[in-house]
């Protein structure tokens, strides 16, 4: 497409061309140059100074739409009737389940009666399919190529489907998010029979990718839907008598377990309250906070928000569409896609986290998986098995050939999330392969590979064999060693910090609720820098309790917006105080030792990009996107070991208050929303919703500028190599490295996996197995792992004022589990550091063996 606009003298200025050929006209910042403008403009005096302002202003809508482009899938071009029907064929599917499965329509009735009624049966149900999908797994029913093969095969995955389908609606009181996730799996299919039904001389390729721009289309109108509906009505609204009255049309069961008071007492069953005309009733002798009988039921929550969960299938499926299109797509759109998608889905889970629900976050876990499945769906139908793996290769190359220093990183990733799913492979891999050396079906592919008729048929079939080979071939040691850290980190930041630090902050909400509000002001501002300087703390919870304690103590005197107004300035205060003690006292002090310098790479490309971009005066939108995008204590730290001046750096800070505001809404919101009449009626009604929203912000604002703090970062490391290669490098750093190296060597030579004996190998998969064990704990059955608590809760009654009430049982074992992967991995890194001295003391220090090994030399 040719972007062009025309001047005020009527010349044409073509944008294509400044953005193809006209390069150096950009700054390093990435904005035009007017005197180069101006020096490229005709020799002719009539040319004023429009022209120029008008060129700079044509410049600045391109990279105006560059950035939107980079957020808006880019559509085939089809005709507007096409794109009318495939809009319409779109919306079909969405608009049933918005009918049937959400709270827009008639969900909260329909969506459980199917499961009421038949539920009992899903056990029975559940227990055939995984027998049939086992059966057909070690038959090979995808070799069943024969005429007669077909038609079974297309009976018994029929069936299969349908079976599915009615066990995802008997379970949804159990599981209510698995309709959306059948949604997203359901959603390609359909699309795909309307190709064959009315665009069957299309190619498959090209009709997928005309569905980009109908499939972003449904996404804003349904998310435009959604909003009405909600503002419509202040019943439409998430709060507590919603949340109740959904409950109890969806038939969760109260907790009288817990809350043995709030059963009735005329023998019922039901609650000792109950809801009529959108208003909540408690007799004498109910407490109001029997309405946490229905803190464990996500029935109501999902089926409301359902639509969003909608938009953002369609919005993943658009873009995935985009990538079919005939004119291709650069690596730089699907890595693009790949941040957008992860910006989505950290806003959702923190608006989720904010909200205190964990079905929402769950519910994004399986309906990411589910997407993948479904643009799975829509890549196999759109190219042959052959151009699949050709274009699996190619792209693995790629990878290997760009990032094959840290795919170590994304290895021991994988294995850590996704180990015990491998042993379930692993496992059916041998069942298969007996069944094909047995021979009960003559239809099983072969038991050995027929390509080489002299490898013999081991325990695994070929296909296994193959996916072991690779893994053989990496740095087994290495690896999983990665993949231990990465499981304590999460464990120590996202469980441990996180519960506790809630707990905390709730407790001191609680204690001093009593006081003024100038003295709660002097306690929290202490305790905020004291958590600020704290390395695990993240920023938010502090934040977040600054808006509901001091919005709770000075909304009287200063009325809602002037308290929320106060607690952003005092959290900003802290910010800032904390800033400058990280920066000048903790890392200009620890910035003496050559050690610190060395562990954080002081010398690494990016680390002098950040200095290059961090150390720039004034403020700019790289450098406040890393100071308020970047984790709180590392971000200040490393400016003072890198001795950077410290009013810049503050300076730069102040726009952090753009987060810190919404934070603080949402806590006042949230305090708000906990304020009830005497007949427990939330005051508020609203505010749940706009809470919602305000989360929303936040979550936009904190990711959105890590994304863009590591664009800039990444952009600095390229386009400014020079600077960047000009800046004077750290020479006692670069000598302990230069040292150091020879033993690094000796430790990835010691630690290669078949020169490790065979008791260091168990204690290294044993320290795995148990991090794994604990990060599944904590997060496939959190509800077993802690006590719900939010900084709202008080620690005296939901903990009875022992903070380490919130681990439950399972909590307990996961702690267990994690200390002792701690210790395992600890003793493994001694061994390590050990053998490799050992080696160093040699002269000629034994090679270190390639990562890529040969197959045959693996054991």
């Known amino acids: ?139 090979d029913i995808d070799e069943w190529n024969s005429a007669i093969g077909n038609v079974v095969r297309f009976l018994c995955l029929s069936l299969l489907f349908f079976g599915f389908s009615s066990l995802v609606l008997l379970v949804s009181n159990q599981y209510p998010y698995g309709i959306i996730t059948f949604f997203a799996l359901i959603d390609p299919l359909w699309l795909l029979i309307v190709k064959t039904l009315f665009y069957r001389s299309v190619d498959t390729r090209m009709y997928v990718s005309w569905l980009s721009g109908p499939l972003f289309f449904t996404s804003i109108v349904t998310a435009v839907a959604f909003i009405i509906w909600v503002f419509m009505d202040s019943g439409h609204a998430w709060n507590n008598v919603t949340r109740v009255t959904a409950a109890e049309k969806t038939g969760c069961v109260p907790n009288f377990d817990e809350y043995p008071d709030c059963m009735s007492q005329d023998g019922s069953g039901d609650t000792c309250f109950y809801s009529f005309d959108s208003t909540l009733y408690f007799p004498d002798g109910c407490d109001p906070a029997c309405l946490n009988v229905y803190s464990e039921c996500v029935n109501g929550i999902v089926l409301w928000a359902g639509p969003l969960m909608m938009c953002v299938s369609m919005l993943f499926l658009s873009f995935f569409c985009t990538f079919l299109r005939t004119e291709g797509t650069s690596e730089k759109d699907i890595f693009n896609f790949g941040k957008i998608w992860i910006f989505i889905l950290c806003i959702m889970w923190a608006s989720a986290s904010f909200s205190g629900t964990i079905a929402v976050g769950t519910s994004l876990a399986a309906m990411t998986l589910a997407s993948l499945v479904a643009s799975a769906i829509m890549l196999s139908a759109s190219f042959s098995k052959d151009q699949v793996k050709y274009n699996k290769e190619a792209i693995l190359e790629r990878v290997r050939a760009k990032y094959g220093d840290n795919l170590d990183y994304v290895r021991g990733l994988f294995i850590v999330t996704m180990s015990p799913f491998l042993i379930l492979y692993l496992l059916l891999s041998m069942i298969n392969q007996l069944v094909r050396r047995v021979g009960v079906n003559p239809c099983s592919r072969p038991s050995s590979n027929p390509q080489d008729p002299d490898q013999t048929a081991g325990i695994f079939t070929v296909r ?94 200063l009325g809602w917006a002037g308290s929320v107004c106060y607690a952003t300035g005092a959290s900003l205060i802290v910010k800032m105080c904390a800033g400058a003690i990280q920066q000048k006292i903790i890392g200009q002090s620890l910035s003496q030792y050559v050690a610190v310098r060395q ?95 305000t989360a929303s912000i936040t979550a936009m604002v904190q990711f959105g500028s890590m994304i863009i703090a590591a664009y800039y970062l990444e952009n600095a490391a390229d ?56 990060c599944y704990m904590v997060q496939f059955f959190p509800s077993m792992c802690f006590v719900e608590h939010t900084l709202t809760d008080s620690v005296s009654e939901n903990l009875n004022d022992n903070p380490m009430n919130i681990f439950l049982p399972l909590g307990w074992t996961s702690i267990g589990f994690f200390c002792a992967s701690c210790f395992l991995i600890t003793a493994f890194s001694s061994w390590g550091k050990k053998e490799a001295k050992r080696l160093a003391e040699y002269t000629n220090a034994l090679p270190i063996l390639d990562k890529e090994q040969p197959e045959d030399e693996l054991t």
């Open 1 to 139: 497409m040719n972007s062009s606009y025309h001047s005020a003298n009527g010349d044409k200025l073509n944008l294509d061309g400044i953005r193809d050929g006209n390069d150096s006209k950009k700054s390093e910042n990435g904005d035009f140059n007017a005197l180069e403008i101006e020096a490229n403009m005709p020799d002719d005096e009539s040319v004023t100074d429009s022209v120029v302002t008008e060129t700079i202003i044509g410049g600045t809508r391109y990279r105006i739409l560059k950035m939107a482009g980079s957020v808006i899938p880019k559509v085939e071009p089809i005709s507007w009737t096409t794109f009318f029907c495939l809009s319409i064929c779109c919306i079909i599917p969405t608009a049933i389940y918005a009918l049937l499965f959400t709270q827009m329509g008639y969900g909260d009735v329909l969506y459980y009666s199917f499961s009421k009624k038949f539920g009992d049966y899903s056990s029975v149900l559940a227990e055939g399919l995984m027998i049939s999908a086992f059966l057909f797994y070690i038959l």
């Open 464 to 557: 296994t064999r193959k996916h072991l080979a690779k893994i053989k071939r990496w740095d087994r040691a290495n690896v999983f060693t990665i993949a231990v850290y990465w499981g304590i980190g999460y464990m120590v930041l996202q469980v441990l910090c996180a519960q506790l630090t809630i707990v905390f902050l709730s407790w001191i909400i609680e204690r001093t609720a009593k006081f003024g509000l100038y003295t709660v002001t002097g306690i929290m501002m202490v305790i905020g820098l004291v958590m600020f300087l704290l390395p695990p703390v993240p920023g938010l919870p502090v934040y977040f309790a600054f808006g509901i304690v001091l919005s709770a103590q000075g909304n009287e005197s």
């Open 599 to 693: 562990f954080v790479s002081v010398n690494s490309t990016m680390m002098r990009a950040m200095k290059l971009v961090v150390g720039t005066k004034g403020i700019t939108v790289p450098k406040v996107a890393i100071l308020m995008g970047g984790p709180d204590w590392p971000t200040y730290v490393l400016p003072g070991i890198m001795r950077l001046s410290l009013f810049p750096i503050m300076i730069g800070s102040i726009p952090i208050a753009f987060l810190i505001f919404p934070t603080c809404l949402t806590g006042a919101l949230l305090y708000m929303a906990s304020l009830e009449t005497d007949t427990g009626n939330p005051v508020y009604p609203w505010v749940g919703t706009v809470a919602t929203i």
């Open 719 to 774: 386009k400014r190599k020079d600077e960047v290669d000009a800046m004077e490098i750290d020479q006692e750093v670069k000598e302990a490295d230069d040292r150091d190296e020879h033993l690094r060597k000796c430790y990835q030579t010691a630690t290669q996996w078949r020169a490790i004996p065979f008791w260091v190998k168990s204690i290294l998969v044993l320290s795995l197995g148990c991090i794994t064990a604990s």
